[in-house]
């Protein structure tokens, strides 16, 4: 064969050993069945006892080398498996964070930033975090034991900041269903006559109280709920900031990807631009996360309401795009039907390690008004904290996913900490 044995015969077997070996290629694995069907002869092939005992010593040689060989292959292997790790490594701190961007950059549900067409659209995060309400009692307790937490794991000065503000506020809610389903107003008008079929049988309407289409089961039918929600906030006391008596109205509308969310149209009216901030915001919770195009204004009358459509876009001109102008009167429904109370709690300040412009905000619903201001019972539902986060250059600049990794950190840390 192409593989050839070696033995030098001595006359002590202790001193037999292997003195060369050559690769032995496929027929490696075919030595011990040579040696064992040698065996099976007996005296044909081998004279005396002592031969067979030098054989099963050369033997033993033969597997110790190729032990030793084998081992050198294995060192070989390890090394070179160590080394790819390394590579790997420095492919993951230098070259990932860059080839993440170029991905999204490539993927048509993310929107390929563009700074010039940004204009003054502010990119953000948020991420939320319901909270027990037993954590709250007293809520001055609660509210520490989150602040230190944060404080621990972020590294952050959270009682330091540029910007702290602390109060209780009213907010209500207002449904513009007829503004952007008005295509489907022969079911409403359809709604409408059954509205009178049900008072002269039952002596109630086909709507309740405020406004909604309901079915028989007296249950509101959610096909009548707009995808675009109005909120409204009234500010009716605070401790730490200012802008007390004052309220904010925002526009939002949440979609499932980024690219439609860029292009929802919430621009604000001229005379409504001084103090409005719109956003382009990934809305992130434990479980999922969606994309949503918000824009607040402040230019506004204490305690503000809407009857039509025609009254939302005074604020925002293009907010219903697809609306005829004859439809502009269409009633737009108040959607919230209690006005309770909320305390908030919002600190914002930059980093002045990595320039990240963050918030953390701490909110809860209280029944009345007195309880909003003590905080000494049981918040309604469970409260809420959340941080939001600003892309680079103010908000106005990309991402960048080291930081945005780190703070992800951070929220899976008060998750584990603070979540039921």
């Given at each position: 064969?192409?593989?050839?044995?070696?033995?030098?015969?001595?006359?002590?077997?202790e001193?037999?050993?292997c003195?060369?070996?050559?690769?032995?290629?496929?027929?490696?694995?075919?030595?011990?069945?040579?040696?064992?069907?040698?065996?099976?002869?007996?005296?044909?092939?081998?004279?005396?006892?002592?031969?067979?005992?030098?054989?099963?010593?050369?033997?033993?040689?033969?597997?110790?080398?190729?032990?030793?060989?084998?081992?050198e292959?294995?060192?070989?292997?390890?090394?070179?498996?160590?080394?790819?790790?390394?590579?790997?490594?420095?492919?993951?701190?230098?070259?990932?964070?860059?080839?993440?961007?170029?991905?999204?950059?490539?993927?048509?549900d993310?929107?390929?930033?563009?700074?010039?067409?940004?204009?003054d659209?502010?990119?953000?995060?948020?991420?939320?975090l319901?909270?027990?309400?037993?954590?709250?009692?007293?809520?001055?307790?609660?509210?520490?034991?989150?602040?230190?937490?944060?404080?621990?794991?972020?590294?952050?000065?959270?009682?330091?900041?540029?910007?702290?503000?602390?109060?209780?506020?009213?907010?209500?809610?207002?449904?513009?269903?007829?503004?952007t389903?008005?295509?489907?107003i022969?079911?409403?008008?359809?709604?409408?006559?059954?509205?009178?079929?049900?008072?002269?049988?039952?002596?109630?309407?086909?709507?309740?109280?405020?406004?909604?289409?309901?079915?028989e089961?007296?249950?509101h039918?959610?096909?009548?709920?707009?995808?675009?929600?109005?909120?409204?906030?009234?500010?009716?006391?605070?401790?730490?900031?200012?802008d007390?008596?004052?309220?904010?109205?925002?526009?939002?509308k949440?979609?499932?990807?980024?690219?439609?969310?860029?292009?929802?149209?919430?621009?604000?009216?001229?005379?409504?631009?001084?103090?409005?901030t719109?956003?382009?915001?990934?809305d992130?919770?434990?479980?999922?996360?969606?994309?949503?195009?918000?824009?607040?204004?402040?230019?506004?009358?204490?305690?503000?309401?809407?009857?039509?459509?025609?009254?939302?876009?005074?604020?925002?001109?293009?907010?219903?795009?697809?609306?005829p102008?004859?439809?502009?009167?269409?009633?737009?429904e108040?959607?919230?039907?209690?006005?309770?109370?909320?305390?908030?709690?919002?600190?914002?300040?930059?980093?002045?390690?990595?320039?990240?412009?963050w918030?953390?905000?701490i909110?809860?619903?209280?029944?009345?008004?007195?309880?909003?201001?003590?905080?000494?019972?049981?918040?309604?539902?469970?409260?809420?904290?959340?941080?939001?986060?600003?892309?680079?250059?103010?908000?106005h600049?990309?991402?960048?996913?080291?930081?945005?990794?780190?703070?992800?950190?951070?929220y899976?840390?008060?998750?584990?900490?603070?979540?039921?």
């Open positions: 064969t192409d593989s050839t044995l070696s033995v030098m015969e001595v006359s002590d077997p001193d037999a050993v003195i060369e070996l050559e690769p032995m290629g496929e027929t490696e694995l075919d030595i011990d069945e040579e040696l064992e069907e040698n065996e099976e002869f007996g005296d044909d092939n081998f004279s005396n006892k002592e031969d067979i005992y030098e054989t099963e010593v050369n033997r033993g040689a033969l597997h110790g080398l190729i032990g030793e060989q084998l081992l292959k294995g060192k070989s292997a390890f090394s070179t498996v160590a080394t790819c790790l390394v590579v790997f490594g420095i492919f993951c701190v230098t070259i990932y964070p860059f080839l993440v961007i170029a991905l999204q950059n490539n993927n048509e993310v929107w390929n930033y563009d700074r010039e067409a940004l204009g659209i502010y990119l953000t995060k948020e991420y939320q319901t909270l027990p309400q037993t954590l709250f009692v007293p809520r001055d307790v609660g509210l520490d034991k989150i602040l230190k937490k944060f404080t621990e794991t972020s590294g952050l000065d959270v009682y330091n900041v540029t910007k702290h503000h602390v109060g209780v506020r009213s907010q209500y809610k207002y449904n513009p269903w007829n503004c389903n008005w295509r489907d022969e079911r409403y008008e359809y709604s409408e006559y059954m509205s009178g079929l049900y008072y002269a049988q039952y002596g109630h309407g086909y709507y309740d109280e405020y406004g909604y289409p309901v079915n089961t007296n249950d039918d959610e096909d009548y709920l707009s995808d675009t929600e109005l909120r409204i906030r009234n500010w009716l006391s605070v401790q730490v900031g200012s007390v008596h004052t309220s904010t109205i925002d526009i939002k949440q979609v499932a990807n980024q690219t439609e969310a860029f292009y929802i149209p919430f621009g604000a009216a001229d005379d409504q631009l001084d103090g409005c719109e956003k382009l915001e990934e992130i919770k434990p479980k999922k996360y969606q994309w949503s195009h918000k824009s607040k204004v402040k230019n506004v009358p204490y305690y503000p309401s809407f009857d039509t459509c025609r009254d939302v876009m005074k604020y925002w001109p293009g907010c219903f795009p697809d609306l102008e004859d439809k502009y009167d269409f009633i737009v108040r959607k919230t039907k209690s006005e309770n109370y909320w305390w908030e709690d919002l600190r914002e300040s930059v980093d002045p390690r990595s320039g990240l412009k918030r953390l905000t909110t809860m619903e209280y029944e009345t008004f007195a309880q909003a201001l003590e905080g000494r019972t049981h918040p309604i539902d469970e409260p809420e904290s959340s941080i939001r986060i600003w892309s680079s250059e103010d908000g600049g990309p991402w960048d996913p080291r930081i945005v990794s780190t703070v992800n950190q951070w899976r840390v008060m998750i584990d900490t603070f979540k039921d």
